[in-house]
């Protein structure tokens, strides 16, 4: 029994201890949440506030799931997006953004079971995305609620966007529409001060036969469209059940509305301007072959703008019903329908210029009862020239801008517009479309400033002149082409300046290097004369005394008179020889260059001196137009050849030498080649002056003086080749006389 108590007392200490820690971390965990705020206080965040990205906790009735009947039937819609609503102001839930960052906890368990007037409580991240919206972390449902009765919408609010996601009920005539899902239609709903657009689903019950011109009531939450910046467009009012669409006033077979006038469609009725549609008859003066035409009735051109496109031709007499357009500064008809009435003729285009446009305007009188100003969308003629094409993409028209004389005109055309020339005097016949100075200004009456046109096709655009060839593109290129060749002569004057001067330079020095090698000679030419004179003034006379004397005492009496006449006679013949040998030195000394004597004569006497008493023989070519060379050139090719074959002589044990004297094929040069079949040498381990042997050297030293080049080839063996070659040049005998 005891322990039995003492069980009982350990268990209720055990079950106090928990309920207590577990109050604990209850109370712990509501202190970690944010405090509750309230959805107008979240909605009237402005954008730059810091509580943007901060954690909020709200709570509400759901009032929109998706975007309500046209969501998906396949889901409840929430995996995307749901509205909360609060004492009758409401913001967007966006569950998709939550679940593509992971943020949202236990989605696959909540997201799915969302519905409306359910009450919940919402834990997230504050954003801005036009409006205020939660991106939530946890989402738990506390119950179900009813939702509070929409108000009737109070139109200026609603149209300005002040109703973001309030419930409200509008209503008005449904004026167009557009097919730009495969779940529903968006459709523009007028209400007398400014229209809204809504979307609903594509049942039969919503069909545009059934609503277009219908008057209709929707309750739903205001919204808003926007553009990429974010800012407001239009409102518009989603429907969150097919029990809040109601059919007021039901549509009518649309060419059974009243019929007016082309030039009445907008004006004064003491009923106000209609809501519903109109019907008007005209011409078909355009047709883009989409949703724009242009009808005629009276002179009087309209612009139209059907629902859908339709099969229709130029020159088609139409039955238009449409509702009035304002958009632009003259009125129009939108949401149209059409049917054929007959094929007439198309009306003429009517030549214009803009200034009778202007007389127009400014001859009109309000209190006349002339005719009114109907240029604009009336179909007309211009001429100009053609300043601009501009090729349009896909379907953006080209355009094609065009100097009428007073004004720029520009034609809007799809195609044909490839083979025009810029500069070419051009006739367009189109749709006009008048240029005002500012079409939305409170302004009765305003002149305009400029015209437009919409040709109908290539065919209304006829070429009058071609272009001038004297276009400013071509002067552009000829100018430019100018330019780069008086640009192209002065650096090539540039060039050829400064080659010339190179040239000059190097004339110049070639010119001195010749004139030091023709005084060099020169002076060499007298020293050896002189050198001749006194070698003749001096040692002949002496060498003759000496043999004068000897003679002389061979004659003598003697005891030894024979012997005595032997040595005599010996030593007189050796004096002669002697005699003989300067002889032939001062005559060689002389010989360089021969007086008045051609350079190939005093080559043949130099053969025949060194060949004097040898067996070897020189066997000489040379061409027949041989030129007159200057005497110092003429003199260096002598003692150049006179010292190959002294070395082939003393050299080479040959029996014959080849001496070939030729001009090159320019003549500006002579070539010289003394050849032999001797015994050759190696050319790499001749001898050099270091060793006392100037001849090669020498050889080679007097022909670069001149400008020339200088060869030797050898094999042993094989002989040696001696190749020489000396410029002539016209100034040579300038240097001469110098």
Same mark, same amino acid.
């Not at 108590?5 to 202190?31: D, K, P, T, W």
């Not at 629902?307 to 509702?323: P, R």
């Not at 001149?706 to 000396?726: K, M, Y």
């Given at each position: 029994?005891?322990?039995?108590? =003492?069980?009982?007392?350990?268990?209720? *200490?055990?079950?106090?201890?928990?309920?207590?820690?577990?109050?604990?971390?209850?109370?712990?965990?509501?202190?970690?949440?944010?405090?509750?705020?309230?959805?107008?206080?979240?909605?009237?965040?402005?954008?730059?506030?810091?509580?943007? *990205?901060?954690?909020?906790? /709200?709570?509400?009735?759901?009032?929109?799931?998706?975007?309500?009947?046209?969501? *998906?039937?396949?889901?409840?819609?929430?995996?995307?997006?749901?509205?909360?609503?609060?004492?009758?102001?409401?913001?967007?839930?966006?569950?998709?953004?939550?679940?593509?960052?992971?943020?949202?906890?236990? %989605?696959?368990?909540?997201?799915?079971?969302?519905?409306?007037?359910?009450?919940?409580?919402?834990?997230?991240?504050?954003?801005?995305?036009?409006?205020?919206?939660?991106?939530? =972390?946890?989402?738990?449902?506390?119950?179900?609620?009813?939702?509070?009765?929409?108000?009737?919408?109070?139109?200026? =609010?609603?149209?300005?966007?002040?109703?973001?996601?309030?419930?409200?009920?509008?209503?008005?005539?449904?004026?167009?529409?557009?097919?730009?899902?495969?779940?529903?239609?968006?459709?523009?709903?007028?209400?007398?001060?400014?229209?809204?657009? !809504?979307?609903?689903?594509?049942?039969?019950?919503?069909? %545009?036969?059934?609503?277009?011109?219908?008057?209709?009531?929707?309750?739903?939450?205001?919204?808003?469209?926007?553009?990429?910046?974010?800012?407001?467009?239009?409102?518009?009012?989603?429907?969150?059940?097919?029990?809040?669409?109601?059919?007021?006033?039901?549509?009518?077979?649309?060419?059974?509305?009243?019929?007016?006038?082309?030039?009445?469609? *907008?004006?004064?009725?003491?009923?106000?301007?209609?809501?519903?549609?109109?019907?008007?008859?005209?011409?078909?003066?355009?047709?883009?072959?989409?949703?724009?035409?242009?009808?005629?009735?009276?002179?009087?051109?309209?612009?139209?703008?059907?629902?859908?496109?339709?099969?229709?031709?130029?020159?088609?007499?139409?039955?238009?019903?449409?509702?009035?357009?304002?958009?632009?500064?003259?009125?129009?008809?939108?949401?149209?329908?059409?049917?054929?009435?007959?094929?007439?003729?198309?009306?003429?285009?009517?030549?214009?210029?803009?200034?009778?446009?202007?007389?127009?305007?400014?001859?009109?009188?309000?209190?006349?009862?002339?005719?009114?100003?109907?240029?604009?969308?009336?179909?007309?003629?211009?001429?100009?020239?053609?300043?601009?094409?501009?090729?349009?993409?896909?379907?953006?028209?080209?355009?094609?801008?065009?100097?009428?004389?007073?004004?720029?005109?520009?034609?809007?055309?799809?195609?044909?517009?490839?083979?025009?020339?810029?500069?070419?005097?051009?006739?367009?016949?189109?749709?006009?479309?008048?240029?005002?100075?500012?079409?939305?200004?409170?302004?009765?009456?305003?002149?305009?400033?400029?015209?437009?046109?919409?040709?109908?096709?290539?065919?209304?655009?006829?070429?009058?002149?071609?272009?001038?060839?004297?276009?400013?593109?071509? !002067?552009?290129?000829?100018?430019?082409?100018?330019?780069?060749?008086?640009?192209?002569?002065?650096?090539?004057?540039?060039?050829?300046?400064?080659?010339?001067?190179?040239?000059?330079?190097?004339?110049?020095?070639?010119?001195?290097?010749?004139?030091?090698?023709?005084?060099?000679?020169?002076?060499?030419?007298?020293?050896?004369?002189?050198?001749?004179?006194?070698?003749?003034?001096?040692?002949?006379?002496?060498? !003759?005394?000496?043999?004068?004397?000897?003679?002389?005492?061979?004659?003598?009496?003697?005891?030894?008179?024979?012997?005595?006449?032997?040595?005599?006679?010996?030593?007189?013949?050796?004096?002669?020889?002697?005699?003989?040998?300067?002889?032939?030195?001062?005559?060689?000394?002389?010989?360089?260059?021969?007086?008045?004597?051609?350079?190939?004569?005093?080559?043949?006497?130099?053969?025949?001196?060194?060949?004097?008493?040898?067996?070897?023989?020189?066997?000489?070519?040379? &061409?027949?137009?041989?030129? &007159?060379?200057?005497?110092?050139?003429?003199?260096?090719?002598?003692?150049?050849?006179?010292?190959?074959?002294?070395?082939?002589?003393?050299?080479?044990?040959?029996?014959?030498?080849?001496?070939?004297?030729?001009?090159?094929?320019?003549? =500006?040069?002579?070539? /010289?080649?003394?050849?032999?079949?001797?015994?050759?040498?190696?050319? &790499?381990?001749?001898?050099?002056?270091?060793?006392?042997?100037?001849?090669?050297?020498?050889?080679?030293?007097?022909?670069?003086?001149?400008?020339?080049?200088?060869?030797?080839?050898?094999?042993?063996?094989?002989?040696?080749?001696?190749?020489?070659?000396?410029?002539?040049?016209?100034?040579?005998?300038?240097?001469?006389?110098?």
């Amino acid at each position: 029994m005891l322990q039995e108590q =003492r069980f009982m007392i350990g268990f209720i *200490n055990l079950f106090v201890f928990c309920l207590v820690s577990a109050c604990g971390i209850a109370e712990r965990c509501v202190a970690d949440q944010p405090p509750l705020v309230s959805i107008s206080a979240l909605m009237a965040t402005p954008p730059d506030s810091p509580s943007i *990205n901060s954690v909020v906790r /709200v709570r509400g009735i759901i009032s929109l799931v998706g975007e309500g009947i046209t969501t *998906n039937k396949d889901g409840s819609g929430a995996e995307n997006s749901f509205v909360i609503e609060e004492e009758g102001v409401g913001i967007w839930i966006h569950s998709s953004r939550a679940l593509r960052e992971g943020e949202l906890h236990e %989605p696959e368990k909540v997201l799915p079971g969302l519905r409306r007037e359910m009450q919940v409580e919402i834990e997230g991240v504050l954003a801005k995305l036009g409006t205020p919206i939660i991106i939530p =972390r946890r989402i738990t449902v506390l119950g179900t609620a009813e939702l509070p009765p929409a108000r009737s919408a109070y139109l200026k =609010r609603f149209l300005n966007g002040a109703d973001e996601l309030c419930r409200v009920t509008a209503g008005g005539v449904v004026q167009g529409y557009e097919d730009v899902s495969e779940t529903y239609w968006s459709y523009r709903v007028e209400t007398g001060i400014g229209y809204f657009m !809504t979307r609903l689903p594509k049942l039969p019950e919503y069909a %545009p036969s059934r609503l277009i011109d219908a008057r209709i009531r929707l309750t739903g939450l205001a919204a808003s469209r926007w553009n990429w910046r974010l800012e407001f467009t239009c409102p518009r009012l989603i429907v969150a059940d097919h029990q809040d669409v109601a059919v007021l006033k039901a549509a009518k077979d649309p060419f059974s509305a009243p019929k007016v006038l082309a030039k009445h469609i *907008n004006g004064y009725t003491p009923s106000g301007r209609p809501m519903n549609r109109l019907r008007v008859e005209g011409v078909v003066t355009y047709y883009d072959g989409h949703r724009l035409l242009y009808i005629q009735q009276a002179g009087l051109g309209l612009r139209v703008i059907l629902n859908q496109s339709e099969s229709i031709e130029l020159g088609d007499y139409l039955e238009v019903s449409g509702f009035v357009e304002r958009s632009e500064y003259f009125a129009g008809i939108s949401g149209a329908s059409v049917r054929n009435l007959d094929d007439v003729s198309i009306p003429r285009p009517v030549p214009k210029t803009l200034e009778n446009i202007i007389d127009d305007h400014d001859d009109f009188e309000l209190w006349s009862r002339g005719s009114i100003p109907t240029t604009d969308g009336q179909l007309i003629q211009i001429s100009g020239r053609l300043l601009r094409v501009q090729r349009g993409i896909e379907e953006i028209p080209s355009q094609l801008v065009i100097d009428c004389g007073s004004t720029i005109s520009t034609a809007y055309v799809d195609s044909g517009v490839q083979d025009l020339l810029v500069g070419s005097e051009l006739k367009v016949t189109g749709i006009a479309r008048l240029r005002y100075p500012n079409p939305l200004a409170n302004v009765n009456l305003q002149s305009p400033e400029g015209v437009d046109l919409l040709p109908r096709g290539p065919q209304d655009i006829a070429v009058l002149a071609p272009p001038s060839w004297w276009t400013a593109q071509r !002067t552009f290129w000829i100018l430019l082409f100018v330019a780069s060749l008086l640009l192209s002569i002065l650096v090539w004057a540039m060039v050829l300046r400064r080659s010339l001067r190179v040239r000059t330079e190097q004339l110049a020095v070639e010119m001195q290097s010749r004139r030091d090698a023709a005084i060099e000679f020169q002076g060499a030419l007298r020293e050896r004369s002189r050198l001749a004179a006194n070698l003749h003034d001096t040692l002949m006379q002496t060498m !003759t005394g000496i043999a004068y004397q000897i003679d002389a005492c061979g004659h003598a009496d003697s005891d030894s008179v024979s012997q005595q006449a032997d040595h005599l006679e010996t030593a007189s013949r050796m004096v002669q020889y002697a005699q003989e040998d300067l002889r032939k030195t001062v005559s060689t000394l002389h010989c360089l260059p021969p007086d008045d004597r051609e350079f190939l004569q005093s080559v043949r006497q130099i053969v025949e001196r060194v060949c004097l008493g040898r067996t070897m023989q020189v066997k000489i070519t040379a &061409t027949d137009d041989f030129p &007159t060379l200057a005497d110092f050139v003429a003199g260096n090719l002598l003692l150049v050849i006179q010292e190959a074959i002294h070395n082939a002589l003393k050299h080479a044990e040959t029996e014959q030498v080849h001496l070939d004297l030729t001009v090159t094929s320019d003549r =500006r040069a002579i070539e /010289v080649t003394i050849r032999d079949h001797g015994v050759g040498f190696d050319v &790499t381990d001749r001898a050099t002056a270091s060793e006392g042997h100037f001849g090669i050297l020498g050889m080679q030293q007097r022909i670069e003086r001149l400008g020339g080049s200088f060869a030797i080839d050898s094999e042993i063996g094989n002989g040696t080749v001696i190749v020489v070659q000396a410029p002539i040049h016209h100034f040579d005998a300038m240097i001469e006389c110098e």
